[in-house]
């Protein structure tokens, strides 16, 4: 919130994965990594310049938007995106990308599973017993996270509104809801990624 909405500059940071977080001596967590971030400085009308559009594309693969992955416009909404793979993370204990699944990007595993209308709790990193988490606090994480990872920009949460749900604002994240999308739309709105994913898996890379 702060790096989006509070500074002076606006700093969209293009590298939030789980490495880029780290816990300081009282387990407080601390987001590092800023050698991709972009600075936006504000304008005559206190408003911030809009990201350019970049000829590369910068990042971790499984953390990208894919809206960043095919116009290489950086945005506070691909960081939101990349924030709520890292929630989807830790819910599940899983990578981002992992070549030993048939699918292997955590998302559209996920996906696959949300479809199939299995219980929350079958996602849940199976470390965890049951006594260790608080089922009403996962079922907030998995719809945040769920939000957060929305391959349409303009569906997603702001990182104000994230603050607010994190804090237990459950009325802001019932107003937002479960914003479902077809695997088709998906499906093609994720393009670019799916097809680098068919690539490597052609290799035989794991």
Known sequence: LYL???WDEQVIHRNITSSA???????????????LAEFLTRNSHGDHHV????????????????EYVESG???????????GVVVLEVVTGQRAVD????????LSRVRRFVERKKPLEEMVDGRMGEEEYD???LRRLLQLGFLC???DPAARPSMRQI??????????????????EGREVWQRRNASSLSLVRRIQALGIH
């Open 4 to 6: 989006h909405e509070e």
């Open 21 to 35: 977080v780290f816990l300081d001596p009282d387990n407080n967590p601390r987001l590092g990594c800023f050698a």
């Open 51 to 66: 990201a350019t559009t970049t000829s590369s594309v910068r990042g971790i693969f499984g953390y990208m938007a894919p």
């Open 73 to 83: 416009e950086a945005t506070p909404m691909a960081d939101v995106y990349s924030f």
């Open 99 to 106: 070549f030993r699944w048939p699918e292997a990007l955590l």
């Open 135 to 137: 089922r009403r606090q």
């Open 149 to 151: 990872t929305h391959s």
């Open 163 to 180: 603050v607010s749900i994190l804090d237990g604002n459950d009325e802001l994240l019932n107003f937002l809801g479960w914003k479902k």
